[in-house]
């Protein structure tokens, strides 16, 4: 704040003085909070109306409407909005009232309590209702509406509110939201403040969210310095988590060095005695001035083990088998009964090759072999969108890679292991440019020597979300037998979907002529802030009418980016509220949810049996009791509203969430605005998702210069480098 002083006004220092002091005075007062006026249930942050007619602007985390609170803080005005109570800290109080406690329990605090049940509560235990909840919840079994269930659930709710209400007060101040503070307590449960106090840095190890520069705010706050080594330790596992998920399996030294300075502020140069240490306690491996996180070293040497016994493995080739298939299959092209021959004749086998090359044809060739030879087959692959599709396809029951293992979700491990191998003759992985090093490395250790082993994927797709290249990688090795399909079958040929996808991965441009048959469509629209409303008009009308495509199950927006007017997060909004009229139920931070609303699960959740990109609508959504329902391929999955981190809005989602789908019409906005994403690998699979229709809209410079960028994001691996 800036005070002119004129030498004639009559303006004191004194009265400065007093000023000053009135408006920043820390005061301390107790209201009732009416309402909301905003708040953002990521940060906290609220503007509410008290029962005292003031406005309180601060931090609010788990409060609800109907709450008795004691604020400390101090006045200020604002130019636009007038005097408020801007909030330094808060406390609880219990309402006394049985109106006001009736209005505090129906709130939606509770699992199990409406505004109904709570009032129901208040009529037997009027103003003793609260000592009954802290100390006689049995009590509760006298209210209509409450069994023995239902007051378990009531019970543990209200346990779990006045304990995370301890931890939220705590970190108040340190922007951690209300689920993340949830998770704190779930994680720690009675112990979760004072670890917090001693060691912050913990919770980037245990608590799922909380990344460094969180919990090094609480942790600057609880009095660690800069160069403590509890900090510099959590500094460099966080900046090599950070690195896995940009795909990379290790760090260069100097890159780690470099990394870790951006986020410690310390200068790690003579760092390498921290870092054998860290090696000795089994958190690194330090091999060729190269730093790993332990389980990715053991990861990729253990690959590399197992694929060599398997590449010593041979199979006694059989020419009177292979013509048996010939005459019962038809006769194959020279590169599909390579194929064929290569299953016969060896334990490992990578069948490669872009759309439209017969993959699916080969693959059913060497099953056909192997089930004339009457043996044990299994099929899997990633998630279960590209099982279900390798299922379709192929005739054959076709599974998750964790489903095929066996995973244990409470463990966390595997039922299939090297002790418990698998047992089966021949096991085809599809889509194995999906699997990252740690899954690889688990499919690969239940993979016994007399086992078959056929991988197959397109190199040309991008590469795992996860860290590793696993499929590029297997192929540069050249100790992989590999058949690479090529040549484009002549049915395959009429769609120019497979043709342009070709053109694409050549580095030539695709052909954008099209006709009233067409497949593959381009809309110039070089305005990335008109291209929404191009979005919207095929997806309401133009596919509709003419194609019968149902815009939610048929049509999907594929985009680069999620930020931007042709990004995912702008996307959703504008199709959420054009595509489904319902009203707003729930929020997530910025992002209100509606029954029939379009999600995606962000992360394998192996309990309720979904992964990471699976798409589903919203059945059911119970305020109340704090779960919903989501419908996933005619599967119904539950929801409590804690598990909501876990999904987001799906009319449009980012091409990499796309790996291993395929949908009957794709819309791809491309625009010079997504210039950092724009990459030949990426166009590629964005088109390959397309199985009837693809339609880019977008400008022409965008598409060349993402046919034009071969170069994909390095990772860095060290499969088969030693």
């Not at 006004?9 to 000053?20: D, I, Q, R």
């Not at 013509?323 to 009964?337: A, F, I, T």
């Not at 007399?450 to 290249?469: A, F, K, M, Y």
Request: charged share 25%.
């Amino acid at each position: 704040m800036k005070i002119l002083i004129k030498k004639s006004a009559s303006v004191t220092l004194h009265m400065l003085y007093l000023y000053f002091e009135f408006a920043y005075k820390m005061l301390t007062i107790e209201a009732v909070l009416e309402d909301f006026i905003y708040k953002n249930e990521e940060t906290g942050y609220a503007v509410a109306s008290l029962s005292t007619g003031i406005k309180a602007v601060g931090l609010l985390p788990g409060i609800k409407a109907g709450e008795h609170l004691k604020l400390s803080g101090y006045y200020e005005s604002h130019p636009k909005h007038g005097q408020q109570f801007k909030i330094e800290c808060f406390s609880v109080i219990y309402p006394t009232t049985t109106a006001s406690i009736s209005k505090y329990l129906g709130s939606g605090l509770v699992k199990g309590i409406g505004p109904a049940i709570a009032q129901r509560i208040v009529e037997i235990f009027g103003e003793k209702t609260m000592e009954v909840m802290d100390n006689q919840t049995d009590k509760l079994l006298q209210v209509e509406g409450i069994g023995k269930k239902k007051l378990l659930t009531i019970r543990k709710s209200w346990e779990e509110q006045k304990a995370v209400k301890d931890i939220m007060i705590f970190l108040q101040s340190f922007d951690i939201s209300p689920a993340y503070a949830l998770k704190i307590y779930h994680t720690y449960e009675k112990d979760a403040i004072k670890i917090v106090q001693d060691n912050p840095y913990k919770l980037t190890y245990d608590v799922q969210g909380i990344g460094f520069k969180i919990a090094d705010a609480i942790g600057k706050s609880v009095g660690f310095n800069e160069d403590h080594p509890k900090r510099i330790k959590a500094g460099i596992i966080y900046v090599l988590n950070e690195a896995s998920n940009d795909g990379h399996v290790f760090l260069p030294m100097p890159e780690l060095i470099n990394n870790c300075y951006g986020i410690l502020n310390v200068d790690l140069s003579d760092s390498l005695l921290l870092l054998r240490e860290m090696e000795d306690y089994g958190l690194l491996k330090i091999m060729n001035d190269n730093i790993y996180l332990l389980h990715y070293y053991q990861a990729e040497r253990n690959i590399e083990n197992k694929i060599n016994g398997l590449c010593t493995g041979t199979s006694e080739f059989m020419e009177k088998e292979l013509n048996s298939v010939r005459m019962k299959s038809g006769y194959y092209s020279e590169e599909q009964l390579g194929a064929i021959r290569n299953s016969l004749s060896n334990k490992i086998l990578i069948l490669t090759g872009g759309p439209g090359t017969g993959k699916t044809t080969a693959l059913r060739g060497i099953i056909d072999s192997f089930k004339h030879l009457g043996k044990n087959i299994m099929l899997a692959a990633p998630t279960g969108r590209a099982a279900k599709r390798m299922s379709e396809v192929i005739g054959l029951d076709a599974k998750t890679i964790h489903r095929l293992l066996e995973y244990n979700p409470q463990e966390h491990l595997f039922g299939r292991n090297e002790d418990n191998p698998l047992e089966v003759d021949l096991l085809v992985i599809d889509e194995v440019s999906m699997i990252d090093t740690l899954l690889m490395n688990s499919l690969i250790n239940a993979v016994t020597p007399e086992t078959t082993l056929v991988l197959v994927g397109d190199i040309d797709q991008l590469p795992s979300v996860g860290p590793g290249n696993i499929l590029h990688d297997l192929i540069k090795s050249d100790k992989i037998p590999t058949v690479m399909l090529t040549k484009i079958f002549r049915q395959a040929e009429e769609s120019k979907i497979v043709v342009n996808a070709h053109k694409i991965n050549k580095g030539e441009y695709p052909s954008l002529q099209h006709n009233e048959n067409s497949d593959f469509f381009f809309i110039q629209e070089p305005d990335s802030s008109s291209i929404p409303e191009i979005i919207v008009e095929l997806c309401t009308k133009r596919l509709p009418a003419k194609y019968g495509f149902n815009p939610m199950k048929d049509i999907q927006v594929l985009t680069p980016m999620y930020k931007g007017d042709a990004g995912a997060d702008n996307l959703n909004s504008i199709l959420q509220s054009t595509l489904n009229p319902n009203e707003v139920l729930f929020t997530r931070g910025r992002r209100g949810y509606k029954i029939g609303d379009k999600v995606m699960q962000l992360r394998n959740n192996y309990d309720k049996d979904v992964f990471n990109g699976d798409i589903g609508l919203i059945n059911t959504v119970d305020v109340e009791d704090q779960k919903l329902e989501i419908i996933f391929n005619g599967k119904i999955v539950q929801y409590d509203f804690l598990d909501l981190d876990d999904i987001t809005l799906a009319y449009a989602i980012t091409v990499h969430k796309s790996q291993g789908s395929e949908y009957p019409c794709v819309i791809l906005p491309i625009t010079t605005s997504h210039y950092i994403m724009l990459q030949r690998n990426l166009l590629y699979t964005a088109v390959t998702r397309a199985s009837k229709m693809m339609i880019i809209t977008g400008s022409k410079q965008a598409l060349q210069i993402a046919i034009a960028n071969k170069k994909s994001r390095k990772r860095y691996t060290s499969l088969f480098c030693f």
